[in-house]
């Protein structure tokens, strides 16, 4: 097949596609489907499960800082300095290894969450509909498309019905694109090529039938992707990147001049170039990485427990920042179950005529499936005449109104069902109880007070017309002097306990805003059912008036936004973005680009495709309650990698200067390189179960937000606090009890670790340690260091670590020092957390 046919494929027609793609109107056949599969390898081929995790094995030891170490560690072995490397290379091993096994976990959660939301379509295939995976559709494929679907691949269009496509993420063009079947010059520009649909792009209305030409790579979309691939950084993420240059700067500086001041103290290069690695090392928050992404997929899976799929893992440090909450009110704060109220004529009386309209309007159609159509289609079907579809106008966002052609009896009736401001617009006669048929406009403002009527009392209103018709050709142009027939009334009643939920949500000082469709007197029905008592309603009339400036600040006294147009829900989500950190909850089409607009976008397991595709969570259940469990666990999962980050810069940072400065005025090194290496093994051992680790409720009841002044701060404080008992350690041993190098050694090792290991406790909780519980496996993990923090210097290899036995008289020493650091530690967490961060 010449390779311009491909990339120029809205140049030929549908039977010259159907012959180079062997396809037919019946789709492909399944044989046809596995040739072109082993033929073209068009599904990639896993890797295996051993070549995945060698590599993941290898990028632990990717940074510069390790592999630097290693370098040094491989060069003294070179010289002769075999025990050395030895036990280096074990310390490195081992952290690379505890850090595989963890990350490893963390991607099998990735996988099996990826598992749950995989996009599907309905192909055509040897004639029969079947719903596949999208990642298994093939050229030749015939899809079956419908508004909300995602398109899975660049298809050329084999029929439509008032087809409309968000084109906007290739195009920029915000608003839908009408798309028909035919054949275009070979010139025509990307945004002018209608008889095409592109991968990445979705359905607004209508439905179409198109036959599959690119995919994968191939496809437009996958073009784009491979050469300018994008990744969006959340604003946790951007802090942890920050504050690792400006570490990591700290780190290198202080590495670099303690090795040029000991070498200018001719110490040996060797030694002194692995003494300053390792303090670089040991200062470099080189776990913090995995840590993140532990405590992410931990988070992820306690979220999935909790029916919550985690798209986008990175974005569980976004959902722990969220303090306002935008949704609409239907499955969320009502039950999401119609129940129908009655058929009113426009003047309140009770009209079969109405409930038939509306029966026949709701069972044909076959574009937009709504809960409205399937309690019309699932009521009682007393005495309904039977009727032929002839055709239909599919729904669309703009219309707001969904037309059926159907033969009844001696009639031909084409029947409209939508919005009632919409259908108001469309009619010129009005159908009255006793089955005359006069000008409507008398009526009017009767029709729009017995509206406002059943608004106040919480009944949500569409309107029916209709108009007998001659004409064959079925299309929106018919949508004009109808009659109107009537009213169907619905309630969508208020859930049981949400007025708690709420409650919850607030104790969390998480913000409610709802964004509805739905008219003011329903929207205000709705807000006093859930507590407001003068709720504060703006509506899509009075957004249209509103400016930028202006609108910042009324979003944030209002409490409900009613009579919204789809695309007005991107601008509040984009003005409450100004004072909030925003989360959106929706599921139609509708709702896809407020989705996107949104800090983190949620939606649920039965929305449109595109809706699940923009979404960074998806809820397994349309519940409120679901939610507020998940902002809960991903505070935890915030609260809990900052604790890593504060033992970094406070205790380990002060620790590591502390033996830097030691080493400038001791004959010889405060701490051997391999038992920097050490020290920092076992004390970044128990973070590999931060995860697990409890969270006070202080802690949860507002938003975890980035702040890298109070990090530094922080570092400042505990730093200098580090560093003072450190100097006490050192004016102990080398001035009272005056020890020589091994034992100084062994003295300075086993209590920064014993201090570093208990610091963990004080500084995971903002209250007094003993007024918190920590996690079991974090508990665990820090007493299997302690124990064998004391074991080292006893056991039979203790020398070729540097280490030897303590006496008594210097242990008591060192674990006085040790109580009295834990105890002003605790008094200073305290202060600082009630001066720099008030709850």
């Known amino acids: 097949m010449p390779a311009k046919d491909e990339n120029n494929f809205w140049e030929y027609d549908t039977n010259h596609w159907f012959g180079v793609l062997n396809s037919s109107a019946n789709g492909l056949t399944q044989a046809a489907v596995n040739r072109i599969v082993q033929a073209k390898g068009l599904h990639p081929v896993r890797n295996s499960s051993f070549k995945k995790y060698f590599f993941l094995f290898l990028s632990q030891f990717k940074s510069p800082l390790m592999l630097l170490l290693i370098g040094a560690v491989i060069l003294s072995g070179l010289l002769g300095d075999t025990s050395d490397v030895i036990i280096i290379l074990f310390i490195v091993v081992s952290t690379g290894l505890l850090s595989f096994y963890q990350e490893r976990n963390a991607g099998k959660v990735v996988e099996k969450l990826q598992s749950l939301i995989s996009i599907k379509s309905t192909v055509l295939r040897e004639g029969v509909q079947q719903e ?29 019905d008032e087809l409309y496509a968000n084109e906007a993420s290739l195009t920029g063009e915000s608003f839908p694109t009408r798309k028909e079947p035919g054949v275009l010059p070979v010139q025509t520009e990307l945004a002018n090529r209608s008889n095409c649909l592109w991968e990445g792009t979705n359905i607004v209305s209508g439905n179409a039938t198109a036959l599959v030409i690119q995919t994968g790579e191939s496809t437009l979309y996958g073009q784009l992707t491979k050469s300018a691939a994008r990744s969006f950084e959340t604003k946790f993420e951007k802090g942890i990147r920050d504050f690792g240059f400006f570490l990591m700067k700290i780190t290198v500086t202080l590495a670099l001049f303690i090795l040029l001041v000991n070498l200018l103290n001719h110490k040996g290069i060797i030694e002194s170039a692995l003494f300053a690695l390792a303090l670089a090392v040991g200062m470099a928050p080189e776990l913090l990485p995995a840590i993140t992404t532990i405590a992410m997929s931990a988070g992820a899976k306690k979220l999935l427990a909790k029916k919550v799929i985690v798209k986008k893992l990175n974005s569980i440090q976004n959902l722990g920042e969220v303090n306002l909450l935008c949704t609409d009110k239907t499955g969320t704060i009502t039950e999401g179950k119609i129940n129908l109220a009655g058929f009113t004529d426009g003047l309140g009386n ?131 002097n109808m009659i109107f027939g009537g009213f169907i009334l619905m309630q969508d009643p208020v859930k049981a306990g949400i007025s708690e939920i709420i409650a919850q949500l607030k104790q969390l000082s998480v913000e409610l805003k709802i964004i509805t469709g739905d008219s003011r007197n329903v929207a205000a029905s709705i807000g006093r059912g859930i507590g407001i008592q003068e709720p504060v309603i703006m509506t899509g009339k009075e957004l249209f008036t509103t400016s930028p400036e202006a609108l910042k600040l009324l979003v944030r006294k209002t409490h409900i936004f009613a009579e919204v147009e789809p695309q007005q829900k991107e601008r509040i989500i984009i003005a409450l973005k100004q004072t909030y950190t925003v989360a959106y909850l929706g599921d139609g089409i509708n709702d896809v680009s407020a989705i996107n607009a949104a800090d983190v976008g949620i939606s649920v397991e039965n929305a449109v495709d595109a809706a699940r595709e923009a979404a960074d969570f998806v809820l397994l259940e349309k519940d409120l309650a679901v939610l507020a469990d998940g902002i809960k666990e991903g505070r935890k999962t915030f609260a809990n990698t900052l604790k890593y980050l504060y033992i970094s810069t406070g205790a380990t940072f002060g620790n590591m200067c502390s033996v830097a400065a030691a080493s400038l005025v001791l004959p010889f090194l405060p701490m051997l390189p391999k038992q920097i290496l050490l020290t920092n093994f076992l004390t ?53 009890l005056k020890v020589k190098e091994a034992e100084f050694q062994t003295g300075w090792f086993v209590e920064s670790v014993i201090s570093e290991l208990c610091i963990v406790f004080i500084i995971r909780t903002h209250q007094h340690f003993f007024k918190s519980r920590p996690g079991k496996y974090l508990f665990i993990f820090s007493a299997l260091a302690l124990l064998g923090t004391i074991l080292f210097p006893y056991l039979p290899f203790a020398a070729e670590i540097g280490l030897s036995p303590i006496p008594l008289l210097n242990l008591s020493a060192m674990l006085s020092i040790v109580v009295v650091y834990i105890l002003t530690a605790d008094l200073l967490k305290v202060w600082f957390f009630k001066r720099f961060q008030p709850v």
């Open 132 to 160: 596949i995976i999208a990642s298994n559709i093939v050229s030749g494929d015939i899809l079956i498309l419908n508004a909300g679907d995602l398109l899975p691949a660049d298809c050329l269009l084999l029929s439509s």
């Open 350 to 480: 009770e009209s079969a005529w109405v409930k038939q309209l509306a029966y026949w309007n709701a069972s044909m159609e076959s574009g937009y499936s709504n809960p409205i159509d399937e309690a019309i289609k699932n009521m009682e079907s007393l005495n309904f005449l039977p009727a032929i579809k002839m055709g239909e106008v599919p729904y669309d966002f703009i219309r707001k109104r969904i037309s059926i052609a159907v033969t009844a009896g001696s009639e031909t009736l084409f029947i409209s069902k939508g919005a009632c401001s919409e259908i108001f617009r469309i009619c010129s006669a009005i159908r009255l109880a006793d089955d005359s048929i006069v000008d409507i406009d008398p009526y009017r403002k009767l029709l729009e007070e017995k509206m406002q009527e059943h608004g106040a009392n919480g009944l949500r209103t569409i309107a029916v017309s209709y108009k007998n018709f001659q004409t064959e050709t079925i299309s929106k142009e018919l949508e004009v």
């Open 684 to 736: 970044d051992f128990p973070f590999l179960a931060v995860s697990t680790d409890n969270v006070d409720k202080q802690q949860l009841v507002s938003p975890g937000k980035w702040d890298l002044k109070l990090i530094r701060k922080y570092m400042i404080v505990f730093g200098i606090h580090s560093s003072i008992f450190d100097l006490i350690t050192f004016g102990t041993l080398y001035y009272f």
